[in-house]
């Protein structure tokens, strides 16, 4: 299966809807877009900028600003233009109408990355789906066309607005074959990592921002350089799985994946929810920061609604400062989650710490069922045991208490006494 990328070297024109003023977050934002066309291998022509106050619903941008965009296209000789925002299938048909010339959205943009970057069989399923889902927009904005030029016949169906639905519901069943084919893979993972779990080695998902640095953090953690890493964002795409020794005898599985980005469309989010599935069925997170990155607070934040998004809030989550060599000083008072531990995967510094938080939250969240027999005059250590186990059921005899209770694997010992079963 080849997947080909639709806009590499394209002589392109940024076009951005809020202005960089002098703020170093907004400067930064118009950074991670230009990366982005980086990363597609555009070539960078010229940017122009607007401050959206009024959404035309036809073409985003009034009339006045699209003659300045053909002038500009014209005087930079560009072939592509690219918008930081979102277009509905009607705007790009419009605005490809009025500037005789291919727009595209950044949704559109950071798909074709993915196109270009997909090397297994799986990701490039991915990219396929979201790239279908994509053209179903796109279709409702050539059929709107096609009725204005019937005259806004509402009602009558034209030749073109029928050849167009056979065409929608051929892509509709594209998209549900690809979808088959990407369940038939999710369950072939699923087993994989059934056996995983019967082995009891804990998983744990680094999650982050692109470029935040969790491939080079998965590298560092084994002493390898297997993972591709560049300055680029989505670098990663497929999932990678190694093993990392904590300490003594402990391992874990740790999970390189696919990296977030602020407004991800639901597109993309669905078509990666096979790579993301890796991380849903993690024990634990490592949310990877860019400490370094004026962003900080952004992509935090766009990091976190996505783990809400997917109903990962409830797992332990560890925060991973990286970049600690190039980050100002002063950014780590800027720090307020918890646990926190702060590295530099380039460098190698603070990875026993790390090493060290994996292991105690780990060890937390490993519990055992045990049952537990306190003999009459010994009853009164249950309530000790009630504020360090969760106590789920008590039989009582004239002898004594039968606990049936769950603690963590660092009690047993504790407790060793008075344990009669385990049950796990
Ligand atoms: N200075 C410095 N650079 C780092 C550190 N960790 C990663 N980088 C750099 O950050 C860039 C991105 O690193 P990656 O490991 O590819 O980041 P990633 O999170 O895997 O990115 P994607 O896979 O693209 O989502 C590379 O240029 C790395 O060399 C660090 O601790 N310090
Ligand atoms: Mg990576």
Redesign the pocket.
């Known amino acids: 299966m080849e997947i080909k990328s639709l806009i590499r070297n394209k002589k392109t024109l940024f076009f951005i809807t809020h202005h960089p003023f002098a703020k170093p977050e907004a400067i930064a934002q118009v950074e991670e877009f230009k990366e982005l066309g980086r990363a597609a291998g555009l070539q960078y022509r010229g940017i122009l900028y607007q401050v959206l106050k009024k959404i035309q619903p036809a073409t985003l941008i009034g009339i006045g600003k699209i003659q300045e965009l053909k002038q500009k296209l014209q005087d930079t000789q560009s072939e592509l233009v690219v918008f930081d925002h979102s277009l509905s299938g009607v705007q790009i048909r419009n605005l490809e109408k009025e500037l005789n010339i291919t727009v595209i959205d950044r949704n559109q943009l950071i798909l074709d990355i993915f196109a270009q970057r997909a090397k297994t069989y799986a990701g490039k399923l991915q990219v396929e789906l979201a790239r279908t889902l994509d053209e179903l927009p796109r279709m409702v904005g050539a059929w709107m066309s096609s009725l204005s030029r019937q005259g806004g016949g509402i009602g009558t169906k034209g030749p073109g607005e029928k050849a167009i639905e056979t065409d929608r519901r051929q892509v509709q069943m594209r998209a549900r074959k690809i979808r088959q084919k990407l369940e038939k893979i999710r369950r072939v993972r699923n087993s994989h990592r059934a056996l995983r779990k019967k082995n009891k080695v804990p998983v744990v998902a680094l999650i ?1 921002y ?7 953090l998965l590298n560092s953690l084994t002493n390898s350089t297997a993972v591709d ?8 795409l497929d999932p990678t799985t190694r093993k990392v020794h904590i300490r003594h005898s402990q391992t874990v599985l740790v999970t390189d994946t ?2 977030f980005i602020q407004n991800l469309s639901p597109h993309l989010i669905e078509a990666f929810k096979a790579t993301l599935e890796e991380s849903a069925s993690a024990d634990m997170l490592l949310h ?1 920061i860019d400490l370094s990155s004026p962003l900080m607070k952004i992509q935090m934040d766009a990091v976190n609604k996505l783990i809400q998004e997917f109903g990962w809030s409830e797992k332990p989550c560890i925060h991973v400062y ?2 600690m ?2 980050a100002p000083k002063e950014k780590v008072f800027q720090t307020n989650s918890y646990p926190k531990v702060f590295i ?4 190698g510094t603070g990875l026993d710490k790390l090493k060290k938080t994996i292991g105690d939250v780990s060890s937390k969240m490993q519990t055992e069922e045990v049952q537990l027999y306190f003999p009459k005059n010994e009853e009164d250590k249950i309530y000790s045991l009630d504020r360090k186990a969760f106590i789920y059921k008590k039989e009582a005899s004239s002898l004594g208490v039968l606990c049936y209770a769950r603690m963590g694997v660092s009690q047993l010992r504790e407790w060793s006494d008075f344990i009669v079963k385990k049950t796990t």
Do not use: E
């Open positions: 982050g692109t470029n935040s640095g969790k491939s080079t890493v560049q300055h680029l964002p989505f670098m990663t696919v990296g990877i990286n970049k060599d190039i530099s995967a380039l460098k």
